[in-house]
Nanobody
Framework: QVQLVESGGGLVQAGGSLRLSCAAS????????MGWFRQAPGKEREFVAA????????YYGDSVKGRFTISRDNPKNTVYLQMNSLKPEDTAVYYC?????????????????WGQGTQVTVSS
């Protein structure tokens, strides 16, 4: 069983930056695809970013492309989400996700493990 713990959320002004971290335990981190989703009040959960277990290929949702960067540090069992040029519409609870590495499952949708989430609020 994989446990995921997010940190780094908070309140920031529009145009500012935040870095989210997700510490994983209970599995072989280097063998997992990792990602981030978010959910704003009254809205559906939205794919934000993902990084493959092998090769480190990254994927981004259209709304964050060019502003957010996902990365991973396998020795530290941690995945990061660097968020720049934040906008009020980025306000949401951000969830870290994980799954065993796979090229047969949709990387923008299909995950087995979810963290508790961390709140990000961007003020205008």
């Amino acid at each position: 069983q994989v446990q995921l713990v997010e940190s780094g959320g908070g309140l920031v002004q529009a145009g500012g930056s935040l870095r989210l971290s997700c510490a994983a335990s209970g599995g072989t981190f280097s063998a997992y695809d990792m990602g981030w989703f978010r959910q704003a009040p009254g809205k559906e959960r939205e794919f934000v970013a993902a990084i493959r277990w092998i090769g480190g290929t990254t994927y981004y949702g259209d709304s964050v492309k060019g502003r957010f960067t996902i990365s991973r540090d396998n020795p530290k069992n941690t995945v990061y989400l660097q968020m720049n040029s934040l906008k009020p519409e980025d306000t949401a609870v951000y969830y870290c996700v994980a799954r065993s590495g796979s090229f047969y499952r949709e990387i923008r949708r299909d995950y087995d493990y979810w963290g508790q989430g961390t709140q990000v609020t961007v003020s205008s």
